[in-house]
Antibody, heavy 119, light 108 residues
Framework: QVQLVQSGPEVKKPGASVKVSCKAS????????IGWVRQAPGQGLEWMAW????????QYAQNLQGRVTVTTDTSTSTAYMELRSLRSDDTAVYYC????????????WGQGTLVTVSS | EIVMTQSPATLSMSPGERATLSCRAS??????LAWYQQKPGQAPRLLIY???TRATGIPARFSGSGSGTEFTLTISSLQSEDFAFYYC??????????FGPGTKVDVK
């Protein structure tokens, strides 16, 4: 069965960087794109970024351009999201999600990673 | 940039009632619209894609409709497990995807 297992919670200081991992299993990793979504405490879902199946194309939310980078390591079937210059309003649960076959909605989700930014 | 709006923000309902949730896009997205359900402390779960197709394992009481800019999620008879947050999501490749702000369905 398809599984996306994310790395554990992180506590970072303002200005630091964080890198969240998302290890996929149960399917051919290179056949499906991965998206990243975050959710601040008590808030809704915010689409952040997308990386194509073969790590060729990326797309980022306008408000995060320049601070976020998504990559994949096909040898380990793992996707990564790095967010730099962290601020307190980056405190959120970060989700990875696998897109559907041939379409762009999210069919499977990771369990989420809480990133807390605090001095 | 496409902006998604949802109404109402909160829907207070009783079990067994019919719930109707609305989602609007600021410009046409054809039928590239998905609905997700999220319960506290859990990841979202896909309910509907293509505006009206139920995802695998989703009960028939959930239905979606609409195209272009106006979309609706209907829960025909609310069960106790349906009280949750619901988000719509436009997933065209361009402009970049976006979620609506969500509708909370809670118990009256």
């Amino acid at each position: 069965q398809v599984q996306l297992v994310q790395s554990g919670p992180e506590v970072k200081k303002p200005g630091a960087s964080v890198k969240v991992s998302c290890k996929a299993s149960g399917y051919t990793f290179t056949n499906y794109a991965i998206g990243w979504v975050r959710q601040a405490p008590g808030q809704g879902l915010e689409w952040m970024a997308w990386i194509s199946a073969y790590n060729v194309h990326t797309q980022y939310a306008q408000n995060l351009q320049g601070r976020v980078t998504v990559t994949t390591d096909t040898s380990t079937s793992t996707a990564y999201m790095e967010l730099r210059s962290l601020r307190s309003d980056d405190t959120a649960v970060y989700y990875c999600a696998r897109e559907a076959d041939g379409d762009y909605y999210f069919e499977y989700w990771g369990q989420g990673t809480l990133v807390t930014v605090s001095s | 940039e496409i902006v998604m709006t949802q109404s109402p923000a909160t829907l207070s309902m009783s079990p067994g009632e019919r719930a109707t949730l609305s989602c609007r896009a600021s410009q046409s997205i054809s039928n590239s619209l998905a609905w997700y359900q999220q319960k506290p402390g859990q990841a979202p779960r896909l309910l509907i894609y293509g505006a009206s197709t139920r995802a695998t394992g989703i009960p028939a009481r959930f239905s979606g409709s609409g195209s272009g800019t106006e979309f609706t999620l209907t829960i025909s008879s609310l069960q106790s497990e349906d009280f949750a947050f619901y988000y719509c999501h436009h997933y065209n490749i361009w402009p970049p995807r976006a979620f609506g702000p969500g509708t909370k369905v809670d118990v009256k």
